[in-house]
Every structure is written in C-alpha cells, then in structure tokens.
C-alpha cells in the first residue's frame, strides 16, 4: 500500500488568506483542490510539500459567470459541474466536451478547472512507484539526473496531459493569479512552458483564482481527444479548435491546439493563418491540418506508438475543422474509441 507523507493540512476560508499562508511557506507549500493528481503524486513521492492548503473552502472559486460580454468561472469549479451544466454546450462546447472526458464520474467530482490547468506532466518513467522509480536511479524530473527518454537530453519531455487547457487555449481563455502582494493577468497560452519539469509559469506563491474569456458570439468550437480506453485514460493526442465564420462560411477568425504531443499544448497558429479568409472546403482543411500537424511532436514516453500518434495528428485536426464547418461527426466520434486505424494501430506493450 503506498501512504502519504506526513503533511501539515490548512483550510483558510478566503483567497486572501489561502494567499498570506501560501506565501509565508516559502515554496514548502501546495494548493489542494480535488487532490486527484497532487495525493497520488504525493503517494508516490513526486511531490511532497511540507504543507497543503486547501482551495475547497474558499469563497467565491467556484462561481460561474456566463455573460454574452464575457465570463469568469472559478478555478474550484468542478468539472462535472462544467461537463452538467447546459449552458456550457453552446458557446464553450470545447471545454464541455474536454471536462466531460476527463478521467471518470467519480474523479470529475472531485477534480476542478484549476487543477487541470496546473496539472503535471507526464511520463511512463516518472508515474510510478516510488520503489519502482528508484529501481532505475529515479530520472531527472525528480531525484535522478538521467533522462530515460532521451539519455543525452538536460531537459525533461514529460508530457502535458491536461484536457482542458488545449480547449480554453482555444476559446482565447486568460487566467487571473493572485499572491499575497499582488494579482495578474496572462492569457493561458502564455501559462505554460515546453519544458517537462519547469512546465508552468504560475510562481510558486501564486493561486489560479479564475478563468477568464471575452464574448465568444459567432465562435464554435471543438475538442477530440485520442485515448486507449474510451471509458477513462488521460489523453495522448488532442485537438482543440475554434473558429468564428462568416454567413457564407468564410473563416473570419480561427484557432487549432495541440495537446498531448510536448511538455505544453501547442499553438498551431500557421495553420490558423492558412485558414483566414478562406472556406472551409476539403482543400483548405486539407492544408491547414497538414501544417498542425508539422508542430506535434510526440516522444516515446507515453502509450501508442509515437509515430502513430505523429501521423494520427492530421486526421484529428481535420475531424475536428470538419465539425465546426458543420459535418455531422458522430460517427468519427464513435469510431476512434473504437480505434479504426486498422493495419496502422500499433499499442505499445
Ligand atoms: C485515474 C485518473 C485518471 C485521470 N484522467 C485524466 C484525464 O483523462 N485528463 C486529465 O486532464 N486529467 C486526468 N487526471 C488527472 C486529474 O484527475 C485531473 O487533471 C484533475 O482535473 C486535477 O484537478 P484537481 O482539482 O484534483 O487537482 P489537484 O490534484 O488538487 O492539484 C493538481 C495540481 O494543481 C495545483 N493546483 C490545484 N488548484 C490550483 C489553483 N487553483 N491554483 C494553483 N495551483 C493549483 C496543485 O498544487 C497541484 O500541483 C486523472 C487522474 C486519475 C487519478
Ligand atoms: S522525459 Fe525524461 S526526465 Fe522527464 S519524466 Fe520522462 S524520463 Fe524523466
């Protein structure tokens, strides 16, 4: 049985003061929000903070402000609270449709938005025991000081797994940060860096109070995620897309992510740019998913085969701009929880 680490545990009631302590731990200390990645990572010995502060207690960081100007949602919500709710289906069907595939119903109770959005990464050679970690000298992202992926590398490839920050990249989501001295805004896409150990740029003594998004009118997006298991698995590829178009279909505004394929999601902005001003026919889906697909570059450090993963990319991207130029993509979706790449499908053992 693996236990956790002696911890101290502190609940403060508001933000302020989940903040001051935070602070006054000087990097001893983590936020625990649905503790669904931080306890088992703590159970293994990935992270061991002296203290956890608890966000579940903090009022305010769950709330939901759908507004046609803007929103705000509070990083506590859950995501089965985001997944339910029927007012998310429309104008943020990719985040609806990213939290309602994140892990399973239990999990997704427990789970929030911020967590998601401070997920570690991961890697076959770091999610393991910690005996079974030591057994092969631990690797550089925690206590080791080899890469197993790629022995010659100093840097850590461990890969962003979070599902909903592909989609909230897309939506043109910002997040509000706050420390005891002071609060910031950053646009999500800039939260994150392409470094497995070093992964994101929220400070230390920072808490992800709340995301924020512009008025999405006209906007349709879409989120499709590539698992092992249909039922739960954290994603090896995703792609995220959203698009404003014109009365006549013209691509008046568009952004496509990528996620699962490096330590961070990835922008695809020429392919977004390819599709300006442009219809979404089969030529131009065509080129613009050919040129995402460029960006993905997947390791071996994950489940399925990375060159399958690689080649798989394009196929998604284009599923994916099929649906927000109007195609019926139901039986897509079905398909590829049923893996129908044939011959191409190559699971890693
Ligand atoms: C079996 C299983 C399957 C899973 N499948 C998926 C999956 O398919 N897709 C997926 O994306 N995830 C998956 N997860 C991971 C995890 O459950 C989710 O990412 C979840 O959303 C994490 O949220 P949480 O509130 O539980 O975070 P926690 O575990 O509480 O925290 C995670 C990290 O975020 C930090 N943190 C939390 N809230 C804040 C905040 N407001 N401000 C600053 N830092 C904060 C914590 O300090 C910690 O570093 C899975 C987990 C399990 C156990
Ligand atoms: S990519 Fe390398 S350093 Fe990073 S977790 Fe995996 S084995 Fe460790």
Known sequence: MMRLPLF???APRTLEEAARILDGE??????????????????RRQQVPRTLISLRHVGDMTQIRLDQSASRLGACLTLSAIASDPRFRNDLTALAQAAS???????????TLGGN??????????????????????????????????PGSSKC????????????????????????????EVPLADLYNNDGM???????????AEVLLDSLHGWKSTYWKLRRRGSFDFPVLSVAAAARLSRNGVVEDARIVIGSTASRPLLAAEAAKFLLNRSMNQDSITE???LAAKIAKPLDNTDFDMSWRKKVTAEFVT????ELRGDDMRAERESITRYPFGDDFIAIE
């Not at 000087?26 to 159970?43: I, Q, R, S, V, Y």
């Not at 070093?198 to 992800?208: A, K, Q, S, T």
């Open 8 to 10: 101290e545990f502190r």
């Open 26 to 43: 000087g990097g001893n200390a983590m936020p625990l929000a649905g503790g669904t990645d931080l306890l088992p990572n703590m159970k």
């Open 101 to 111: 595939q994140v892990a399973t119903p239990q999990i997704r109770n427990m789970a």
């Open 117 to 150: 959005l401070c997920l570690d990464t991961r890697c076959n050679y770091y999610d393991q025991s910690y005996e079974w970690r030591k057994a092969i000298h631990f690797c550089l992202k925690k206590d080791g000081d080899t890469c197993w992926v790629a």
């Open 157 to 184: 490839m461990a890969v962003s797994s979070t599902d909903t920050a592909p989609a909230l990249i897309a939506l043109g989501a910002r997040v509000r940060l706050v420390s005891q001295s002071e609060e910031r």
């Open 198 to 208: 070093n992964y994101i740029r929220r400070r230390p003594n920072e808490i992800l």
């Open 288 to 290: 613009a998913a050919a």
């Open 319 to 322: 599923y994916a701009l099929r």
